[in-house]
């Protein structure tokens, strides 16, 4: 069975500039979160979607964050402007059934913004 | 809000060393503790879920026990390859389904 596949493995951008990653998560999985984790730190969670519907945003910072689960299956998320403090590795996982089902995590996406 | 705490933040053994791994949680009602395994550059990989105290999980070297307060990760007989970051994470009965993780413990087993 394939993995949460993600892309890219590892991006460098600018402060102020825009950037996005992209999931995949397993298929079947109906459930898709964002995760993201600093350095030293435990992953948090950003956004969870229930097939192509968002179910928790509370901690997205939507100012200048935003993501999309068209067609309930991919995920992109999306950064706009970058700030010095999005540093970090940003995690995507899915679970087949979000009530206290297990969930997958992806490789990752590891973003430095300078 | 829920949190989680993991102690020791570092811990490094000699192979065969046994040893546990701490984790205390506050949560509004306690639908499942998760422990995870994670490598450098990688993804945490799921190892055990425990849903009610008194609960205990084992694969291999690992073996989970729950409380109502805490979660132990106990280590039998380490190996090197169990170098890694052990990380504890919750999740909340009713609303969302995210986690709620700890900072982690960087285990580290040396030969």
């Known amino acids: 069975e394939a993995g949460v596949a993600q892309s890219p493995r590892y991006k460098i951008i600018e402060k102020r500039q825009s950037v996005a990653f992209w999931c995949n998560p397993i298929?079947?999985?109906?459930?898709l979160y964002w995760y993201q984790q600093i350095l030293g730190q435990g992953p948090k969670l950003l956004i969870q979607?229930?097939?192509?519907?968002?179910?928790?945003d509370s901690q997205l910072p939507k100012d200048r964050f935003s993501a999309e689960r068209l067609k309930g299956v991919d995920s992109t998320l999306k950064i706009q402007p970058a700030k010095l403090e999005d540093s970090a590795v940003y995690l995507c996982?899915?679970?087949?059934?979000?009530?206290?089902?297990?969930?997958?995590f992806g490789p990752g996406t590891r973003l430095t913004v300078l | 809000e829920d949190q989680v705490t993991q102690s020791p933040e570092a811990l490094r053994l000699q192979e065969g060393e046994s040893s546990s791994l701490n984790c205390s949680y506050t949560?509004?009602?306690?639908?499942?503790l998760f422990w995870y395994r994670q490598d450098p550059g990688k993804g945490p990989e799921f190892l055990f879920t425990?849903?009610?105290a008194g609960e205990e999980k084992e694969k291999e070297r690992l073996k989970a026990t729950l409380t109502k307060k805490e979660s132990f990760l106990h280590i039998t007989a380490p190996k090197p390859e169990d170098s890694a970051t052990y990380l504890c994470?919750?999740?909340?009965?009713?609303?969302?389904?995210?986690?709620?993780f700890g900072k982690g413990t960087h285990l580290i087993i040396q030969p």
């Open positions: 979607f229930q097939n192509n519907g968002v179910v928790d």
């Open positions: 996982a899915s679970s087949l059934d979000g009530a206290a089902g297990e969930q997958f």
């Open positions: 994470a919750v999740q909340a009965r009713g609303g969302a389904d995210g986690l709620t």
């Open positions: 298929s079947g999985h109906a459930t």
């Open positions: 949560v509004s009602g306690l639908r499942g």
């Open positions: 425990l849903y009610s």
